[in-house]
């Protein structure tokens, strides 16, 4: 059980061109894939957010883990955060999570290989064997533009979504093909008008499942206000409607539904403010930050203690993330909302083998085999390294992209 390697893989793969607060997804999203070799011959895999400089503290960290138990997840922890700098270092304690958080998965992944237990069991145990995903709209052009004319695209297999009409169509294609029973609109697009008529559309269209809308901070403590009122009884929760801890708590006081956050509440620092001022009742969590899989179920078991809601944030992600997030969500009995998944918009580029996971009746069935329950598929691994090593891309920029298209656009928020 002792760590012999870890093998950084940065990724890149196939991404519609989706519409937030920030500007458009480019044509490729980054991920970093990490292989934990242990004695015998396991693998532990992990994945995590990507770009060069992930990468390289990934790699960075490596002499510091190798030669330790993959069960002493503690000291795993404790050298990446030496190796990283610690608190007198360059990075944030975030930064660092981010980089244990993709070891962590890695190495509950060996565990469960090493004990023949999938990794939901090594959590405490599931508390359900089906975990709810909800549909993840967004606006989105036709395909990804030729040319500067954000007009001239030759249209993917999703088609355009700029309108009420376009998101229900979207949000027919997705339930329809994945069953889901709840559903998220990322919003901060458009004037909230318009954003409020295409929430409004989906309910009359879909009248039993629950909504929410997320602008991603975009709007100003009166639109918040506003626009929860107009949707009063309309949504499930709010998600983050305007920026920080202080202005989440400004709206939850005018306003009767929950509201949800992942961006004003990231770490475990934040939150003591949050709750005692009431910010947000529900907390988004999300392994991939919040320090993998067993801080995970801490943070829910602590939002629990402070009668917050838990549910779960997604970024675009890969089958390795599926994984996780459904082993972590099956364990977490405080999790009581369907969670968010970008896996849908992945088209088919996965690095892990198909038919351990899949949206059927809008929920992932908890896999029964040991560890994450899925296979590396190493010739699409090489592929879609390829991919990343010959786009000669390194950070995600939503904004920049956007800028491509329209040289005047600004990201800075808030907008309406
Ligand atoms: O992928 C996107 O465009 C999302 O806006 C993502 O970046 C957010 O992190 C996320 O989905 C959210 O819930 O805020
Ligand atoms: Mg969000």
Not at 85 to 99: H, K, Q, T
Not at 254 to 267: D, I, K, R
């Amino acid at each position: 059980m002792i760590i012999r390697d870890l093998v950084v893989t940065p990724i890149a793969f196939s991404d519609p061109p989706l519409l937030n607060a920030d500007g458009v997804h480019e044509p490729l999203a980054l991920r970093t894939i990490v292989q934990l070799v242990v004695d015998g011959g396991v693998i532990g895999l992990g994945e995590g957010g990507g770009g060069a400089a992930v990468a390289a503290r990934v790699e960075q960290v490596r002499r510091a883990v190798v030669g330790l138990s993959v069960f002493d997840l503690n000291g795993i922890e404790a050298a990446v955060d030496a190796e990283l700098g610690g608190d007198d270092g360059p990075l944030s304690r975030r930064e660092r999570r981010v980089v244990y958080s993709m070891l962590d998965v890695a190495a509950h992944d060996a565990q469960g290989k090493l004990t023949g237990l999938p990794v939901a069991e090594l959590l405490g145990g599931r508390v359900r064997d089906r975990v709810p995903y909800s549909a993840y709209l967004f606006y989105k052009w036709a395909g990804h533009p030729r040319s500067a004319d954000v007009d001239d695209a030759e249209p993917d297999t999703w088609g355009a979504a700029l309108d009420a009409a376009g998101i229900v169509d979207q949000a027919r294609a997705l339930v329809d093909r994945y069953g889901f029973g709840s559903i998220k609109l990322k919003g901060g697009v458009f004037p909230p008008a318009e954003e409020i008529a295409a929430v409004r559309a989906l309910r009359e269209a879909f009248p039993g499942l629950p909504l929410r809308i997320d602008p991603n901070g975009a709007w100003t403590h009166e639109t918040a206000v506003r626009v929860a009122r107009e949707l009063d009884g309309v949504l499930e929760y709010l998600e983050d409607p305007v920026l920080g801890i202080d202005g989440m708590a400004a709206v939850a006081r005018e306003v009767s539904q929950p509201l949800a956050t992942n961006m004003c509440v990231v770490s475990f620092e934040q939150l003591a403010e949050a709750f005692s001022k009431d910010a947000v009742q529900i907390v988004l969590s999300d392994h991939h930050y919040w320090g993998g899989l067993r801080h995970t179920r801490e943070l829910a078991a602590i939002c629990g203690h402070w009668g917050v809601g838990v549910s779960m944030h997604s970024n675009s992600h890969l089958g390795i993330s599926l994984a996780a997030m459904t082993h972590v969500a099956a364990a977490t009995p405080e999790l009581t909302y369907a969670c968010d998944t970008h896996y849908p918009w992945n088209g088919a580029e996965d690095v892990v083998r198909s038919g351990a996971l899949e949206i059927t009746g809008g929920a992932v069935t908890v896999p029964d085999a040991p560890g994450l329950g899925v296979v590396l598929d190493e010739a699409a691994l090489e592929r879609q390294h390829r991919v990343y090593v010959d786009s000669g891309r390194s950070v995600r920029d939503d904004a920049g992209y956007m800028r491509c298209f329209d040289p005047t656009y600004s990201s800075a928020l808030p907008r309406y």
